[in-house]
T-cell receptor, first 114, second 115 residues
Framework: DTAVSQTPKYLVTQMGNDKSIKCEQNLGHDTMYWYKQDSKKFLKIMFSYNNKELIINETVPNRFSPKSPDKAHLNLHINSLELGDSAVYFC?????????????FGPGTRLTVL | AQTVTQSQPEMSVQEAETVTLSCTYDTSESDYYLFWYKQPPSRQMILVIRQEAYKQQNATENRFSVNFQKAAKSFSLKISDSQLGDAAMYFCAYRSARGAQKLVFGQGTRLTINP
């Protein structure tokens, strides 16, 4: 029983295309996140939603648009893909504040833009 | 803004030995949390250990322990009795205790275990 799942796990596409990555959590958490891990393994927050409301929007090109249809889902749509978008994208979730409300990560989606 | 720095891109250790991974951070906040995450080749992010800034006692989880020096803004991870399965990327991370719950990560340290 997967806690945080992402689809697809691998995505290979051409420059200029539009693609989506989906994330679902079955933990009953109220906050979800998207992180990007670049080719040097550096992890950085992109977005966060709490109860379907956007609460973190870091400096990310507006070609990236997150959508949260409900508390359990957070999708990431990317328009006009560029070579620099190639990375691993991680979804994560947690339940509110507090040190023991750790973030659970999905398995990641490796996006390759050709 | 908070920053986290891991100055050791790579470390290696003999199996069964002890290794320490370094992490420093910068923040103006007084209340925050610190974490070490492990990322094996499978890519999965796994929480190793956590520390609350207001607790002076260093956290311990089995073979993993931290040396938390709040004044120095230092948070190192010690792995005792290293095992082959400990080979992974290790990330130090900061999270504010208030407001947005985002994790701020260091650059990572790749740990190799030599048999």
């Amino acid at each position: 029983d997967t806690a945080v799942s992402q689809t697809p796990k691998y995505l290979v596409t051409q420059m200029g295309n539009d693609k989506s990555i989906k994330c679902e959590q079955n933990l009953g958490h109220d906050t979800m996140y998207w992180y990007k891990q670049d080719s040097k393994k550096f992890l950085k927050i992109m977005f966060s939603y709490n109860n379907k409301e956007l609460i973190i929007n870091e400096t990310v090109p507006n070609r990236f648009s997150p959508k949260s249809p409900d508390k359990a889902h957070l999708n990431l749509h990317i328009n006009s893909l560029e070579l620099g978008d190639s990375a691993v994208y991680f979804c994560a979730s947690n339940l509110g504040a507090g040190i023991y409300n750790e973030q659970f990560f999905g398995p990641g989606t490796r996006l390759t833009v050709l | 803004a908070q920053t986290v720095t891991q100055s050791q891109p790579e470390m290696s250790v003999q199996e069964a030995e002890t290794v320490t991974l370094s992490c420093t951070y910068d923040t103006s906040e007084s209340d925050y949390y610190l974490f070490w995450y492990k990322q094996p080749p499978s890519r999965q992010m796994i929480l190793v250990i956590r520390q609350e800034a207001y607790k002076q006692q260093n956290a311990t989880e089995n073979r993993f322990s931290v040396n938390f020096q709040k004044a120095a803004k230092s948070f190192s991870l010690k792995i005792s009795d290293s095992q082959l399965g400990d080979a992974a990327m290790y990330f130090c991370a900061y999270r504010s205790a208030r407001g947005a719950q985002k994790l701020v990560f260091g650059q990572g340290t790749r740990l190799t275990i030599n048999p």
